[in-house]
């Protein structure tokens, strides 16, 4: 069976540090990845995502970039946080982009 | 412009009490539903798709149901462990990749 790794779970990061949460998937290949942004009030919002190694599409400009450096991994990076890169973050995936994508636990990412 | 709502916001039941959940949409082509569960401080739980108008999908407790403008999320008998925010998305039109997702409704069942 599948199964989606995300970490770390909670992360609390100054203004101006870096950031990286990693993604990993198990039990298929060529998966599409996703990551997601969850605010209170705001819902899901794409942030990017991926059909395949060195694929990578963004859905909202901001201080974020991913990477996908090999098929069942993917990255969220940012090198210099801000306070409003705070919230909780999802990566996700799906065997096909019209069919469901199945969730990470999420990371819940505090900048200070 | 392609939107989800859903509702309402928060509901509150007794054990046993049966409701429903709404979500209702503005896309054109719809191109499947999908229905999620979410715990506190968690992933979404994929629960349902649906594909076309009149099609159903049961799981224990829940009844998700499709027509042209909306879906029905139906709670038979609730217990206390079906408390959480369920979820609803559909893709956007002409972006299978970008879902529209309400703001979900957070269901909190009492004992």
């Known amino acids: 069976s599948q199964t989606i790794h995300q970490w770390p779970a909670t992360l609390v990061q100054p203004v101006g540090s870096p950031l990286s949460l990693e993604c990993t998937v198990e039990g298929t290949s060529n998966p599409n990845l996703y990551w997601y942004r969850q605010a209170a009030g705001r819902g899901l919002q794409l942030l990017f995502y991926s059909v395949g190694i060195g694929q990578i599409s963004s859905e909202v400009p901001q201080n974020l970039s991913a990477s996908r450096p090999q098929d069942r991994q993917f990255i969220l990076s940012s090198k210099k946080l801000l306070l409003s890169d705070s919230g909780f973050y999802l990566c996700?995936?799906?065997?096909?982009?019209?069919?469901?994508?199945?969730f990470g636990q999420g990371t819940r990412l505090t900048v200070v | 412009e392609d939107q989800v709502t859903q509702s309402p916001e928060a509901l509150r039941l007794q054990e046993g009490e049966s409701s429903s959940l709404n979500c209702s949409y503005t896309?054109?082509?719809?191109?499947?539903l999908f229905w999620y569960r979410q715990d506190p401080g968690k992933g979404p739980e994929f629960l349902f798709t649906?594909?076309?108008?009149?099609e159903e999908k049961e799981k224990e407790r829940l009844k998700a149901t499709l027509t042209k403008k909306e879906s029905f999320l139906h709670i038979t008998a609730p217990k206390p462990e079906d408390s959480a925010t369920y979820l609803c998305?559909?893709?956007?039109?002409?972006?299978?990749?970008?879902?529209?997702w309400g703001l979900g409704t957070s269901l909190a069942v009492n004992p």
């Open positions: 998305a559909v893709p956007k039109a002409g972006n299978n990749r970008k879902l529209i």
């Open positions: 996700a995936w799906s065997p096909d982009p019209r069919t469901e994508a199945f």
């Open positions: 649906l594909y076309s108008a009149g």
């Open positions: 896309v054109s082509g719809l191109r499947g």
